[in-house]
C-alpha cells in the first residue's frame, strides 16, 4: 500500500509514539562511567552498571538538568517531586533484573508539539530511565552482551494517540529531535542509537468503535517508524476487511523485510511488578530551581527560525534551513558573528556548502567535519558581495578550503582568481569573444536578449572565473549597441 | 558458669607484639573453626599482608589499632570470596570493597576472616547456608541464631575482637542475644550500605557484635558517616560516642507486648531482673504500650520479601557466579541457575516477594503492609514522647537446638518478633547480655533489646555502656572459648 | 505421600483464597506505565503459586512441589491478619530514611578493568559475556 492510500478511505488510524532519548550526559545515569558511544565492548562497566552484588545507584544530577530542559522545552508540568521506580524482567543484557524507570511520579505530564499544520500532539508524560546493554546475536554460537550501554540516561517521552498517519508521526519525530537538540537534550543521533521508538497503532472505521492496539518495538531510524506503521496499518485494515480480528500484541519490525511480526502476545505480557526503588530518595523540584533550569535552555528551533526572518531578513525558506539542526543553527551563527550579510551567509551555507556534503569527492558529510571554521566562510561570503570575487571563483576557493588550511583572501591572491575590475581588460576579452559570432550580435541588436547567453560563456572562459557575469553583461550590451 | 576475671577493656589488642599476636589469632581461628563452622574463609594471607601495611601507618591515625575483626560474608571484601552463603554466588570474588570493610581497615582493625551465615542474611538460625551451618559456643548442639551466626559464634568465641554483620529484621542483635555478645543495629543508614550485598534495601543496616560496648562504640565512630556512593546514608558526620553516664535518671519504657505470648517465660524473667537492676540504678522504669507489635512479623515478611525477590533478580548466571545451562536457552538457563543456587528459603522468600508486587496484588499486600509500617512507627514515635529508650527481650526463646525450626518457616520467622519493629522503624538498637538460663546441661545467654528514637545510636549504646558497668552478664565466657586454648 | 496431592490442592486453594480475598479493596491492575492493560488473566490450570515462580524465574521439582505450595499457603496466611487493620489515612513508609535530592556531579569515575569484570563471568568471549543464544526482543 502506497503512503498516499494512508489513512485508507473510510478508515481511521490512531497512533501513538514512545519515544527513547539518550541524555547527552558526560556520565551514565547512575554511576560515574562514561556515556560515549563506540567503545571496546565491556570498557565503560564498573560495579554500579554490571549490577555487582552490593553496588548501589547514584544519581547523575546532570541527567536531571537535561530531563527538566527536556520537559520545559516540550511545555511539559514539572511536578514538585519525583522519584525512580523499579521495572522488573529477565534478559541478557538487563544487570540488575530490574530496570531503574519511573512508573507513577514521572518526571513530568502533559505538554506536546505542535506540527506545522497546526496539529497539536500531546505529551502524557517523559520519564527518566537507564538504558540496557547490548546483546548481539549474530556472532557464532552464543549471544555476546556488552554492558557499555547499560546505564546510559534515557528520557522516555510517550504521546496520547493522537496521530492520525505515518507522515504526522514522521513530522512529529522531527519535531521532537530538533527540539530536544536545541535544548542541547541530545544529540538524537539514530546512527549511534540515541533516538529509539516504539510505537501504538490501531485501526478503526469511520464512526465505528476503537481498534485494538499493536505495538511494534524497537524502530532504529525515522524511516523505519514510517514503513513499520506503513505495513502495520495495512496489515491490519487487510485483516479486518478479511472478517478477522486484530489482536492485542506487541510485534517487532524487520528492516529487511519490511514487515512486522509477533513478538509476544497479551497472554504473556510482562507484569513488571514495579515499585519504589528503595536505593534512591526522591527528588524535589522546587520551582527556584526548575526555573533555573529553565533560563540555561539554548533558544528553540521555532524562535530561533523566527527571529532569523524578523530580525535577519531570511526567507522562511532559508531560515527554515539553517534551522534543521543545532548544529547549522549554531555554525550560522557563528559565522554571523564575522560578517555583516546574514542573507548571503544563509543561501551560501544551504547551497554552495550543503552541496559539498553531497559530492563524494569532498570528503565531509557535515559541518563538524569541515576543516575550515565559521569565520572562513563568513570572509568568503564577504569576499563574493564585495565583487572581489566572481561567484564562480568564490566555488573555486570553497574547494581550495577543503584542501589548504588558507584564509579565502590568500586562496584567492594564490589562484589569481581576484576579480578584474579592469574595463579595458574587460572589454578586450569580450571583443575577442565577438570575433566571429556576428549572427548572434545581430539577434541581440534585434532585441534577442536571450541570445547574449551564447556570448556570455565564452567571455567567461577567457577571462578564466575573473570576470563578473553582470559586468560582462553591460559590456557586452554596450559594444553590440554602439558600434 | 564460666567467668573471666575483670577483663581491662581493649587489653586483647594485637598492639603490644603485632606478628605474634596476629599469627596467635589466626591459629586460635583455625583451632577452633572446625567445631563452630563460624568461619566461611579464613583469609590468613591477607591479614598477614594488611596488618603490615597497617603497621606502616602512624598509629595514632588508626583508632580501631589493633583490633582483629571478621567480614560477614554479604559484605564486599576486594578480591575475597564474598558469597553470601548463596551457591548462586559460589566462587565470586567482590572487585571492590564495602564502605565498611575499607573504613574498618583505614582504622587499623585487621580482618582475620569472612563468616557464615544464612544465605543472604534469610534466616535466624545460620542453617540456611550452603556452607553448613554454625555451632551455638555455647552448646555445640545449638544454633547461634541468625543470619550474623558466625560473627556472633566468632565473638563469643574470643575468636576476634569485633564483627561486622549485617542486620535486617535482626540478625545482628538476635544472634548476639543467643551467643551471649552485645549486638548493635544502628539507625537506617548510619553505616553506608555501599557494598553490603542487597537483602532489603530499605531495611538492611550494616552492624556490630563485640563482648563491649564501649568497643561497639568505637567501631561505629570509625564506620559511620555519609557516602556519596549510598544516597541513603544519613547526611551527617562519623558519630562520636557521648560521655560515659550512669543509668541514674534514664527513663526506660517496657512495652507490654515484648513480654508477651511467645516469649519464653525464663526469658522474661531474666529480661524483668535485668530492668530491676536498672531501677537500682536509678534508672526511671515504666510500662507502656506499643500496640501494632503483633503486626510487626507479617508486615515484615511482606516488605523484605517483595524488596528481597527484586534485590536477588541480578543472580541469572549471566556476569558472576554460579552458571546452570538448563535447556539451552537463555531463560531456560536463567531459570536453572536460579533454582539451583537459591536454597529453600531463598526461593521462597523470592516467591513469596514476586507474589505481592505482582499485578493485582501490589496494593493489596506491599502498599497495605506499608501503612501497617508507618503504624508500627508510629507507635515508637508516641512512645519516645514519653521515655528515653526502650527495653525488653531481644529473642523470645534461648538458644534452640539445630534443625528444631528448619522444617517450619513460620517457627523460624517467630525468632524475629521482637527485633523487626525497629528494623521497619529504622531505629537503634543494642541487645546486651543479661544473664543465663540453665537448660539441660548448658547456660544459654539471654539478651535485653535497647530501643532509641531514630538517630539516637549515641544515647542507645552509652545506655548500653552503663549497663555493662553496672552489671558482669557480658563478661560470662561459653565453654567454648579462645582464653581456654592452649595456643 | 499419598496425601501430598490432596495437600498441594489444599494449599493452592489457600493461596487463590488469600490472592483473592485481599485482591479486594481498590487495586489496579498494574502492567504499564501509560495504559492499565487488563489483568493478566492466569489460564485455569496456572495458580498464583506457578505466576509467582514463573515471575521470578524459579523452578520447583514436582516432588518438592506439595511442600512448597504448603508452606508458601502458610506464610500468605500468616500475612492475613495484616488486613484486620484500618490502614486509613495512614501514609505507606517507603523507607526510614529522610533523605531526598541525592545527587552526585556528573564527573568521569574510573570503569573496571575489563578483564576484573570478566573475571568472574561463567563464559566470556572477546571481551564479551557469552551466554545461550537468544533471538533477543525482550525488551
Redesign the interface.
Known amino acids: 500500500m502506497s503512503p498516499a492510500q494512508l489513512p485508507p478511505p473510510g478508515w481511521k488510524v490512531v497512533i501513538g509514539l514512545e519515544t527513547h532519548c539518550q541524555l547527552a550526559t558526560s556520565t551514565k545515569l547512575f554511576c560515574g562511567c562514561a556515556n560515549q558511544f563506540g567503545a571496546p565492548p565491556n570498557t565503560q562497566v564498573c560495579a554500579v552498571c554490571s549490577g555487582q552484588p552490593g553496588a548501589l545507584p547514584q544519581f547523575n544530577g546532570e541527567a536531571l538538568e537535561l530531563g527538566l530542559r527536556a520537559a520545559l522545552a516540550l511545555d511539559a508540568r514539572v511536578p514538585a517531586r519525583t522519584k525512580f521506580d523499579r521495572k522488573h524482567y529477565f534478559y541478557c543484557d538487563l544487570p540488575k533484573g530490574y530496570q531503574i524507570s519511573q512508573y507513577d511520579e514521572p518526571l513530568c505530564t502533559g505538554g506536546g508539539i505542535a506540527l506545522a499544520g497546526g496539529k497539536f500532539v500531546r505529551l502524557a508524560r517523559i520519564h527518566l530511565e537507564e538504558d540496557a546493554g547490548k546483546a548481539i546475536h549474530d556472532r557464532g554460537a552464543s549471544s555476546l552482551v556488552d554492558l557499555n550501554r547499560a546505564g546510559v540516561p534515557l528520557i522516555e517521552a510517550v504521546t496520547e494517540p493522537d496521530l492520525s498517519s505515518p507522515q504526522e508521526a514522521h513530522e512529529y519525530l522531527v519535531a521532537l529531535k530538533e527540539i530536544l537538540q536545541f535544548a542541547g537534550v541530545s544529540e538524537c543521533d539514530m546512527e549511534k542509537g540515541s533516538l529509539r521508538c516504539d510505537v501504538n497503532v490501531s485501526v478503526q472505521r469511520e464512526g465505528g468503535p476503537r481498534g485494538v492496539k499493536v505495538e511494534i518495538k524497537n524502530l532504529n531510524s525515522f524511516a523505519n517508524v514510517v514503513a513499520a506503521l506503513e505495513h502495520e496499518i495495512a496489515r491490519q485494515v487487510q485483516l479486518v476487511e478479511a472478517g478477522g480480528a486484530v489482536q492485542q500484541e506487541t510485534r517487532l519490525f524487520d528492516a529487511d523485510a519490511r514487515v512486522t511480526r509477533t513478538m509476544r502476545t497479551k497472554e504473556d505480557a510482562h507484569d513488571y511488578r514495579y515499585f519504589p526503588d528503595p536505593d534512591l530518595p526522591p527528588i524535589t523540584l522546587a520551582r527556584e530551581h526548575v526555573e533555573r533550569v529553565r533560563s540555561r535552555i539554548p533558544e528553540l528551533p521555532a524562535a530561533r527560525r523566527q527571529r532569523y526572518m524578523a530580525a535577519l531578513g531570511l526567507s522562511e525558506y532559508d531560515a527554515r534551513l539553517v534551522t534543521q539542526s543545532r548544529a547549522s543553527s549554531d555554525w550560522f551563527e557563528a559565522a554571523l558573528r564575522h560578517s555583516d550579510a546574514p542573507k548571503e551567509l544563509a543561501n551560501w551555507l544551504n547551497n554552495e556548502v550543503a552541496a559539498l556534503f553531497s559530492e563524494p569527492a569532498s570528503g565531509v558529510r557535515t559541518l563538524d567535519e569541515l576543516p575550515f571554521k565559521p569565520f572562513d566562510l563568513a570572509e568568503l561570503v564577504e569576499l563574493a558581495r564585495a565583487g572581489r570575487v566572481t561567484r564562480a571563483g568564490a566555488r573555486t576557493i570553497l574547494r581550495a578550503m577543503l584542501a589548504r588550511p588558507l584564509a579565502p583572501r590568500e586562496l584567492m591572491r594564490e589562484l589569481g582568481l581576484e576579480a578584474s575590475n579592469d574595463a579595458a581588460q574587460l572589454e578586450r576579452w569580450c571583443r575577442e569573444a565577438l570575433v566571429g559570432r556576428d549572427r548572434i550580435a545581430a539577434d541581440v541588436r534585434a532585441g534577442q536578449d536571450k541570445a547574449l547567453g551564447a556570448l556570455i560563456g565564452p567571455v567567461l572562459k577567457l577571462a578564466g572565473g575573473k570576470a563578473d557575469p553582470v559586468a560582462v553583461r553591460e559590456t557586452l550590451l554596450r559594444l553590440i549597441r554602439t558600434p | 558458669m564460666s567467668r573471666s576475671g575483670a577483663e581491662p577493656f581493649a587489653d586483647r589488642a594485637l598492639e603490644r607484639a603485632p606478628e605474634r599476636t596476629l599469627e596467635q589469632a589466626l591459629a586460635r581461628v583455625a583451632e577452633f573453626n572446625g567445631r563452630l563452622g563460624a568461619f566461611a574463609s579464613i583469609e590468613a594471607q591477607r591479614a598477614r599482608a594488611i596488618a603490615a601495611a597497617q603497621a606502616e601507618v602512624e598509629a595514632s591515625a588508626q583508632p580501631l589499632r589493633g583490633l582483629s575483626f571478621a567480614v560477614k560474608a554479604?559484605?564486599?571484601w576486594r578480591g575475597v570470596e564474598?558469597n553470601?552463603a548463596s551457591a548462586v554466588?559460589a566462587?565470586?570474588?567482590?572487585?571492590?570493597s564495602?564502605t565498611a570493610v575499607e573504613r574498618a581497615l583505614a582504622s587499623g582493625a585487621t580482618p582475620l576472616g569472612v563468616t557464615n551465615m544464612d544465605e543472604f542474611g534469610f534466616g535466624s538460625s545460620g542453617e540456611n547456608s550452603a556452607l553448613g551451618p554454625t555451632r551455638n559456643p555455647w552448646d555445640l548442639s545449638r544454633s547461634p541464631g541468625g543470619s550474623s551466626s558466625g560473627a556472633a559464634a566468632a565473638v563469643a568465641a574470643g575468636l576476634v575482637d569485633f564483627a561486622l554483620g549485617s542486620d535486617t529484621g535482626g540478625s545482628v542483635r538476635q544472634p548476639a542475644a543467643l551467643c551471649g555478645v552485645s549486638g548493635f543495629k544502628p539507625?537506617?543508614?548510619r553505616i553506608p550500605?555501599?557494598?553490603?550485598?542487597?537483602f532489603?534495601?530499605?531495611l538492611d543496616c550494616v552492624g556490630i557484635l563485640a563482648r563491649e560496648v564501649e568497643r561497639i562504640e568505637r567501631v561505629l565512630a570509625a564506620l559511620s558517616g555519609e557516602d556519596?556512593?549510598?544516597?541513603?546514608s544519613?547526611?551527617e558526620p562519623p558519630l562520636t560516642p557521648l560521655a560515659p553516664r550512669s543509668l541514674r535518671g534514664l527513663r526506660i519504657g517496657v512495652p507490654r507486648e515484648h513480654f508477651e505470648a511467645g516469649v519464653d517465660p525464663r526469658v522474661a524473667q531474666c529480661v524483668r531482673a535485668a530492668l530491676a537492676h536498672c531501677e537500682r540504678e536509678g534508672a526511671l522504669v515504666r510500662e507502656l504500650e506499643l500496640p501494632?507489635t503483633?503486626?510487626a512479623?507479617?508486615?515484615y515478611?511482606?516488605v523484605a520479601s517483595?524488596?528481597a525477590?527484586?534485590n536477588?533478580?541480578?543472580?541469572?548466571?549471566?556476569?558472576?557466579?554460579?552458571?546452570v545451562?538448563g535447556d539451552?536457552?537463555?531463560?531456560?538457563?536463567?531459570?536453572?541457575t536460579?533454582?539451583r543456587g537459591?536454597g529453600?528459603e531463598a526461593?521462597?522468600r523470592?516467591?513469596?516477594?514476586?507474589?505481592v508486587?505482582?499485578?493485582?496484588?501490589?496494593?493489596?499486600?506491599?502498599?497495605?503492609?506499608?501503612?501497617?509500617?508507618?503504624?508500627i512507627?508510629r507507635d515508637f514515635e508516641r512512645a519516645f514522647e514519653s521515655v528515653d529508650v526502650l527495653v525488653g527481650p531481644t529473642s523470645p526463646t534461648l538458644a534452640f537446638e539445630l534443625g528444631a525450626r528448619t522444617e517450619d518457616?513460620?517457627a523460624m520467622?517467630a525468632a524475629d518478633v521482637l527485633t523487626t519493629p525497629a528494623s521497619?522503624?529504622?531505629?537503634p538498637a543494642l541487645s546486651t547480655p543479661c544473664g543465663l538460663v540453665r537448660e539441660g546441661s548448658a547456660d544459654l545467654p539471654v539478651g535485653m533489646q535497647w530501643i532509641g528514637p531514630?538517630g539516637a545510636d549515641a544515647l542507645v549504646l552509652a545506655c548500653g555502656a552503663a549497663w555493662q558497668r553496672a552489671s558482669e552478664h557480658h563478661r560470662a565466657l561459653p565453654p567454648l572459648h579462645a582464653s581456654a586454648s592452649a595456643s | 505421600m499419598e496425601n501430598s496431592c490432596a495437600d498441594a490442592a489444599r494449599a493452592e486453594a489457600a493461596i487463590e483464597r488469600c490472592g483473592a480475598t485481599l485482591r479486594g479493596v481498590s487495586d489496579t491492575p498494574r502492567n504499564d506505565a501509560r495504559e492499565p492493560a487488563a489483568p493478566a488473566s492466569p489460564s485455569p490450570a496456572s495458580t498464583a503459586l506457578d505466576q509467582a515462580l514463573r515471575l521470578a524465574r524459579l523452578h520447583v521439582p514436582e516432588q518438592e512441589r506439595a511442600g512448597f505450595a504448603r508452606d508458601f499457603a502458610r506464610v500468605l496466611e500468616s500475612f492475613a491478619q495484616l488486613r484486620e487493620l484500618d490502614v486509613s489515612g495512614l501514609e505507606p513508609l517507603r523507607s526510614p530514611s529522610t533523605r531526598v535530592d541525592s545527587v552526585r556531579d556528573d564527573r568521569l569515575q574510573p570503569s573496571l578493568e575489563r578483564d576484573t569484570l570478566l573475571a568472574g563471568a561463567p563464559r566470556a568471549e572477546d571481551g564479551f559475556f557469552s551466554v545461550p543464544k537468544t533471538i533477543g526482543g525482550e525488551r
Not at chain 2, 556519596?228 to 541513603?232: A, I, L
Request: proline share 5%; with cysteine; glycine share 10%.
Open positions: 554479604n559484605l564486599c564474598t553470601a554466588l566462587g565470586y570474588r567482590a572487585p571492590y564495602a539507625s537506617y543508614g550500605r555501599w557494598g553490603l550485598i542487597a532489603a534495601s530499605s556519596p556512593r549510598d544516597g541513603t544519613l547526611a501494632h503483633r503486626y512479623s507479617p508486615c515478611y511482606v517483595a524488596e525477590s527484586s536477588l533478580a541480578r543472580y541469572d548466571g549471566v556476569r558472576y557466579g554460579a552458571r545451562e539451552g536457552t537463555l531463560q531456560g538457563m536463567i531459570e536453572a536460579r533454582s537459591l529453600p526461593r521462597r523470592v516467591a513469596l516477594g514476586s507474589f508486587l505482582s499485578s493485582g496484588y501490589y496494593e493489596a499486600w506491599y502498599v497495605h503492609a506499608l501503612k501497617v509500617r508507618r503504624a512507627a518457616p513460620l520467622y521497619l522503624a529504622g531505629l531514630a
